[in-house]
């Protein structure tokens, strides 16, 4: 799967070597310490070759560290940003478009519920709306319909040879597995969780050390959760209506909304039984 190029470009005649090249050195980066793939913020950008398209991760979950170090190394041009979840410190948003643009798969409104009117003259890349279902991304990741070379990730610190992806289960490990290089922001704070978020430090080619607090929600996306903030006394008087409508046997669909995921804790949904859900919001993790 790994490569160390330098460009991810090949042409038809090129992808047998390649692929050779690739199965080589991933025995050799198999081989390599965990502490000697250790890079520092600054050698972010250097492992990345300008035309790359470059995961980030989803709200909390995103490499903020290292997406900062991208943008602050001048010499990074025709960037690639791929992202299924904005939100937060988004510095490449305001970036000229022939730096970094961005693609997300998820689009609230023309006006854009994520950032304030005023600032989406600078947010211009985040325009690159692809309308496509969560579950349709690893057929086109499959097809190469959709291009990944780099997957900058936020994990735990490692255990027995695994870190977990922690709030990052929503498409992370997918694009992990498509990826040509690995970079993992480590941060203490990830907590550990477990089903498709465990990941062998063998995957990851560098990674650099982060401890941050992780965003909470109004951090995440505080003009769009402010507009839709209530108390708890009138979520629960929401929540006490629709509670009314959810029967038995049903099935759910969760919209991704702060009164939406607000609401989930006040519905009593443990006293029903075969309910069905149908969301991208929430995981088996």
């Known amino acids: 799967r790994k490569c160390n190029t330098a460009s991810f470009t090949m042409n038809a005649n090129e992808k047998t070597t390649t692929t050779m090249n690739n199965n080589n050195n991933n025995n050799s ?10 890079i520092t913020l600054q050698q972010v ?16 979950a995103t490499a903020e560290a290292a997406l900062q170090a991208m943008v602050d ?9 791929i992202q299924m979840i904005p939100g937060g410190c988004l510095p490449h948003l305001k970036e000229r478009l022939d730096r970094f643009r961005t693609s997300s798969f998820y689009s609230f409104s023309s006006r854009g519920s994520y950032f304030k ?7 211009e890349g985040l325009q690159d709306y692809t309308p496509a279902s969560i579950t ?42 498509h990826a040509q290089l690995v970079i993992a922001e480590v941060n203490a704070h990830m907590p550990w969780t477990e089903g498709h978020s465990k990941l062998s430090i063998r995957e990851i080619d560098y990674w650099i050390d982060k401890d941050q607090p992780l965003l909470t929600t109004p951090e995440l996306w ?19 209506h629709v509670r009314k409508e959810i029967t038995h046997g049903v099935t759910l669909k969760f919209g991704v909304a702060p009164l939406v995921l607000s609401l989930i804790q006040f519905l009593q949904l443990e006293q029903l039984h075969d309910l069905g859900l149908h969301t991208d919001v929430l995981t088996e993790t």
């Open 29 to 38: 980066n198999s081989q390599i310490s965990w502490a000697d793939k250790q």
């Open 45 to 60: 950008a250097n492992k990345i070759p300008n035309g790359s398209a470059v995961y980030i991760g989803s709200t909390a």
């Open 73 to 81: 190394d001048p010499r990074l041009a025709d960037i690639q940003i």
């Open 117 to 123: 009117a005023n600032d989406r003259a600078g947010s």
């Open 136 to 177: 349709s991304v690893p057929r086109l990741l499959q097809e190469q319909k959709l291009r990944v070379n780099v997957a900058m990730i936020k994990c735990t610190r490692p255990h027995k040879g695994f870190v977990s992806l922690g709030m990052g289960v929503e498409l992370t490990e997918v694009f992990v597995q």
């Open 222 to 240: 505080p003009f769009f959760y402010q507009q839709a903030f209530y108390s708890e006394d009138v979520l629960r008087g929401i929540a006490h």
